[in-house]
């Protein structure tokens, strides 16, 4: 699986350092620019997973710049979260009009920054790593979705790839064999992240959701931990 790609774009480079640092435990690849002109020409380049850009910069503002994004048919997808100055109401009214798909207000928080970025990339601040795992998944307790197929698995729980997508924070239970054992995994989890045809977070990834373990016991997250260890290691 490629590694997503997070770019920040500011003058500032203190803030620029600052974001970077909150982004330590992420499984991402950071990519910097510090004005809208050269965001863009990086965004076209190399097709990020989610920008963080800042509305007030020299030679193209982060507004000017997300209004380019998202009027480009190929780049309006890439999600575009705005950082503009706290208690702003013309600061955030420009973000909107620009088309952003959120914003965030200076100071920054450290954990907004994350949740808001999760929305969109859900590999923020992952810290677990996550290998392909293709199995067939029972579901309980969400409604006429009985089964999916799995696609990829971590310690912290799996996607599940389908059309039919239960509610955000839907809790479930699950049981499924890992792929060439016959260790039966179950365990309860939550509805964490959608990926659907009218919001695709992760477009990589088919359509499904994102399922976060909440329950699962000693033996079955020894099984996974030894199955991802010999997936990432080719054993």
């Not at 013309?90 to 929305?119: H, M, N, V, W």
Request: charged share 30%; aromatic share 6%; with cysteine.
């Amino acid at each position: 699986m490629a590694t997503p790609k997070i770019l920040l774009v500011d003058d500032v480079k203190l803030l620029l350092e600052l974001e970077k640092s909150f982004l330590k435990h992420s499984a991402v690849r950071i990519l910097t620019a510090t004005n809208g002109k050269e965001a863009l020409e990086v965004i076209r380049r190399e097709r990020p997973d989610l920008v963080y850009m800042d509305l007030n910069m020299p030679v193209m503002d982060g507004r000017d710049c997300c209004a380019a994004i998202k009027a480009d048919p190929l780049l309006r997808s890439i999600p575009v979260i705005m950082v503009t100055t706290a208690g702003s109401a013309s600061d955030e009214q420009r973000c909107r009009d620009a088309g952003c798909d959120d914003y965030l207000t200076k100071p920054i928080d450290r954990r907004l920054f994350l949740d808001k970025g999760r929305r969109y990339a859900p590999d923020i601040d992952r810290r677990e790593p996550r290998v392909a795992c293709m199995t067939e998944v029972a579901i309980v307790g969400a409604g006429s979705l009985d089964s999916a197929a799995s696609s990829d698995i971590s310690l912290g729980g799996l996607y599940l790839a389908t059309d039919r997508n239960p509610s955000s924070d839907k809790e479930v239970r699950i049981a499924f064999t890992l792929p060439g054992t016959s260790t039966r995994i179950e365990a309860k989890g939550r509805v964490a992240w959608m990926n659907t045809d009218q919001e695709r977070k992760k477009p990589r990834l088919p359509i499904g959701f994102g399922l976060e373990f909440t329950e699962i016991d000693t033996d079955a997250i020894k099984a996974i931990r030894y199955y991802v260890d010999k997936q990432r290691t080719g054993g």
